[in-house]
């Protein structure tokens, strides 16, 4: 099967989420972490027009397997070229993006201690492995389908929206904290909503039947699940407390969730007062 998504190589108009901030492109982005939320990238790929990872928002990726699944998923997603066709393109893409919701429900069922939480991830791994596997066959069958929108065009209305569904995710992508139910809890609400954008963009632009069917189906689980999600995160505010930090003694600009080393010069990092 063609590999083919998207616009990861793109999807960052300033606000992506890596392990440096400028051009370092260390594949240890658990290692070098701050309290920012920030997935890391590669800027090597260029799918889509409008999109340029060299342009990353400052900071470090927190020191958080959530966010090591985040930056994993997105690496994927950067790997894949668009076709040029709505629906060839968008299966590719999702699926990479469900892939990552495994991961991270993964996450939670081996971290999570609360019921609520767990039981959601055990369901969005469950609803979004099957998806993955009815979308198989439609991407492969799609591999030769004729191009119907421009991927470097950013005017273009399909490309324009695939690039604010991830734009968004960025964005709004929340600090880490102490608690690991809050953090899928948190982290799982953007990445709902950047794959509900990311269907209706589908809905709104693709040709084929089947895939257009099970888009809407995405929305219509997905927000719900992000009421969800919403609702329990008011009722678990009061856990809302920041992961500690540690930092280089040398300040060079090493920082981690955890003790150890730093990363750029191996003294012991102390917790930040």
Request: proline content about 4%; glycine content about 6%; some cysteine.
């Amino acid at each position: 099967m063609k590999k083919s998504a998207f616009f990861l190589a793109a999807l960052c108009s300033g606000t992506l989420l890596l392990g440096s901030c400028n051009s370092d492109k260390s594949a240890d982005t658990t290692a070098t972490t701050t309290q920012n939320t920030t997935v890391a990238t590669d800027s090597a790929a260029a799918g889509m027009a409008g999109m340029d990872h060299s342009k990353m928002a400052d900071g470090a990726a927190a020191a958080s397997p959530l966010v090591a699944s985040m930056n994993d998923m997105m690496a994927k997603m950067d790997a894949l070229k668009p076709m040029g066709n709505t629906d060839h393109d968008f299966a590719h893409m999702m699926m990479e993006h469900h892939k990552g919701a495994v991961a991270m429900a993964d996450i939670e069922l081996r971290d999570g201690k609360d019921a609520t939480m767990r039981q959601m991830a055990g369901k969005i791994k469950a609803d979004q492995q099957k998806e993955i596997g009815e979308m198989e066959p439609i991407a492969e069958r799609l591999d030769s389908a004729p191009t119907n929108y421009k991927p470097q065009d950013p005017a273009d209305p399909f490309t324009s929206a695939m690039k604010a569904s991830m734009d968004g995710m960025m964005k709004n992508m929340p600090p880490m904290v102490a608690d690991a139910d809050l953090n899928f809890n948190m982290l799982m609400t953007v990445h709902h909503q950047s794959a509900v954008d990311m269907a209706k963009a589908e809905v709104a632009h693709g040709k084929d039947s089947k895939l257009k069917e099970m888009a809407q189906m995405m929305i219509d689980a997905q927000q719900k699940e992000i009421q969800q999600f919403k609702a329990w995160h008011a009722r678990n505010a009061g856990k809302m407390k920041a992961a500690a930090v540690f930092e280089c003694p040398m300040n060079d600009g090493g920082q981690s969730a955890a003790p150890g080393k730093c990363p750029k010069c191996g003294m012991d990092l102390e917790k930040k007062a």
